[in-house]
């Protein structure tokens, strides 16, 4: 039964091997603490003996969803069964099921996730701002914004991420992925991770079929889409239900220092440049159709952005921009701070606000409640004020605000919003 809960149940793996007293040979009972219904727990060693349903196919019929299946979907959640998604097909209910463990996941605080390479993380090395509680360097900080203080959250990234540059970064029904990259010795790889914030636990996945680095990974209607790379143009798909990767259809050519983002369910990917000239092309991929197509064409030349989307709108932070003369000469402001927007139902740019004092270069950014949160990758003792970051843009007032704790002198730093359970303990 032992080998049955670790193999298909997150939380029971998790606790048998952290060492933990409860988790100790000889344990006749395990005491079980949180939101968990002794039914629904029921519902879910039956279908870890079983691998069927039973209980809840009996009750199958009418219109309502059967209460049992809100147990067992309460429990599976909690214990992180992880073969119960292949069980939906058999379910009247399938997306009942599907929306209650994805607002499970979505259940706690939504907060600012840094993570890096911070050096010297230590009790001697953080800002006064972040209060480790181990002299080990940590490798993942949230953000209290009440105290305006970064506070430890993890020092578990997985060895095979460490030193790795390059790599693609995106959040899908609340779980971080990395992807890609290459490591200090210029090496690619194609390795795949996941962060499971619920328990705090990295997970390795099926790696992408091809290496990359350079590249953007982006979450579109349940699944990731590795885009590029470096001198690439093709396109892999990731499925987290059956943990694969396919190549799906290609980019037209490859591009360099581009960069791309979801919007209404589709991709769109702006600037950068081919291995002839600049990309002025917008170009739009569909997930139904598999197809790319040239959406519009830009009369301004963009570089090394950052790129975000709200509803049908798309935010561009940061990059080299190049506004081009009747000589085809470009007047280049990549030291200012810049946020554009572009409407992809209206097709309108609008130049929002920049930041005089800032560099738009070398940025990471993400969204968080009504703003764009955007932070230094790089900041070490020699790194100049203009290139030492952490800034909220306000989408809705159009204004800059600068926040005051960077997280540690770090590199390779990556920002992202995810909800972390209520009372999570550091």
Known sequence: CKRKLIEQS?????????????????????????????????????????SCLARLEQEEGGDEEPPL???????????????????????????ALQQHLKERRMRGTATLVAIGDFMGASSRGLPPGCHPQVEAPWSMLRYDEEAQRWLPLANNLPPDLVNVRGYGSAMLDNYLFIVGGYRITSQEISAAHCYNPCLNEWSQLASMNQKRSNFKLLAVNGKLYAIGGQSLSNVECYNPENDWWNFVASMPNPLAEFSACECKGKIYVIGGYTTRDRNMNILQYCPTSDSWTNFELCDVHVRKQQMLSVEETIYLVGGCIHELGPNQKSNQSEDVLTVQSYNVATKEWLYLKE???????????????????????DITLSTSLEHRVFLKYNIFTDSWESLRRFPAFGQNMLICSMYLPDGREV
């Open 69 to 95: 299946l809100e147990e067992l979907v309460e429990a599976a959640s909690y214990l992180q069964v992880t073969p119960l998604p292949d069980a939906r097909p058999h379910l009247l209910l399938p997306h």
């Open 10 to 50: 997150d939380y029971f793996r998790a606790l048998y091997r952290s060492g933990m007293r409860e988790a100790g040979q000889g344990q006749e009972e395990q005491l079980l603490r949180g939101g968990l219904s002794a039914l629904g727990l029921e519902l879910v060693l039956d279908f870890i003996n079983t």
């Open 355 to 377: 930041n005089t004092s800032k560099s738009g270069l070398n940025l990471t950014c993400t969204l968080h409640n009504d703003g764009v949160y955007i932070l230094s990758r």
